[in-house]
């Protein structure tokens, strides 16, 4: 029993410091850092760390805090070493006797994740269509005075509305099937917001009015109806617990150009274990070059797969997901592949 007991314990404090020599701290890490105003828990966690998606494992939560998981700009983060390796904390004050006083401090927000300006619309609007329900989905079947489009303020008629009057529904437009990388099995489609009507009359076609339009509806366009959901803006950077591969297979807003910042869609959702707040690495597919060295027809090599940045899931849904490219060294496309860092 003894010997178990040693053996066991042995292979504790191998695994705990194969743990710590995992955590690779940024060369230029701080010792104490004053969090800015203007800050994300990514630049924090980038500015201690190598890989951002080990924040979760050295960041320090004190349960004795109000909000353990967040940091709010003033704060000091101090980096602590230990045996069981790095690991970062709040600094905290020295208790003073305090006398009975009204103070009126300003409401201070913590630190977004990642920058909020840059997900805010994919965050409340219907941006996936399920491969299943496109067709079944109300329709734009015509407009008043024959117009053939409409704006903020026109009227519209739609078939297979079955909300109530006074009902808000989201106007959207079917656009490209999203297909897995590897087995091109649709997904979803692109839903591209136009806006929200609503029901004025119900019926076959139900009046509905345009309350709101950022571009302009046309007959075919369909009718979602929204249910409300709370969405999480509040999480911690972190990796997918097991390993983790897929695809980018799509990017949002018609723009061509993958980089920093930009949103863009993952062919691995939900139901594949991907969650709010993991970090990916992105790399471009390998090449096929050919050995002129060794000669001969068919003397090719494959080139490794070449790192071109990391990404930010911010929104899963049950097949796809989006995410947000935080750090981009080289040219990105679709077709790249997504890792588990």
């Known amino acids: 029993m003894t010997a178990r007991f040693a053996a066991g314990l042995a292979l504790l404090v191998a695994c705990a410091g194969t743990l710590a020599a995992e955590i690779a701290l940024n060369p230029d890490h701080p010792e104490r850092y004053l969090v800015q105003a203007n800050d994300t828990l990514w630049d924090v966690a980038s500015r201690f760390l190598q890989s951002p998606a080990q924040w979760s494992q050295v960041w320090y939560r004190n349960p004795a805090l109000g909000n353990p998981d967040q940091i709010y700009p003033g704060d000091v983060l101090v980096l602590r070493r230990g045996g069981g390796g790095p690991r970062i904390e709040l600094e905290t004050a020295p208790a003073v006797p305090l006398s009975p006083v009204i103070r009126v401090t300003p409401l201070v927000r913590e630190i977004p994740v990642i920058p909020a300006d840059a997900i805010r619309a994919f965050l409340t609007r219907p941006r996936i269509l399920d491969s299943s329900d496109v067709d079944a989905l109300p329709y734009i079947v015509g407009f008043p005075d024959e117009h053939i489009s409409g704006g903020a303020g026109y009227g519209i008629y739609a078939r297979g509305v079955k ?53 302009e509806a046309v ?56 969650e709010v707040g993991h970090v990916l690495d992105i790399y471009r597919e390998a090449d096929m070059i050919k050995d002129y060295v060794a000669g001969g027809f068919g003397n090719v090599v494959e080139t490794p797969p070449d790192w071109s940045g990391s990404l930010v899931v911010f929104r899963p849904f049950d097949r796809v997901s989006y995410a947000l490219v935080m750090k981009a060294v080289k040219a990105m496309h679709i077709g790249d592949i997504v890792k588990s860092p």
Not at 176 to 205: C, F, H, K, N, W
Not at 219 to 241: C, F, K, M, N, W
Request: cysteine-free; glycine content about 12%.
């Open 163 to 215: 909300e109530a009057k006074d009902s808000v529904l989201a106007v959207v437009r079917p656009g490209p099937a999203y297909r897995d990388g590897a087995t091109e099995e649709v997904l979803g489609y692109e839903a591209l917001y136009i806006g929200d009507a609503q029901v004025r009359s119900a019926g076959e076609p139900s009046a509905l009015l345009l309350v709101r339009a950022e571009r």
């Open 219 to 274: 007959i075919g366009d369909r009718l979602l109806a929204v249910e409300p959901q709370e969405l999480t803006t509040s999480y911690t950077l972190h990796a997918p617990e097991k390993p983790l591969s897929g695809r980018i297979i799509g990017v949002l807003d018609g723009v061509t150009q993958i980089g920093q910042y930009q949103v863009i869609v993952l062919d691995r959702g939900g139901r594949d274990g991907l």
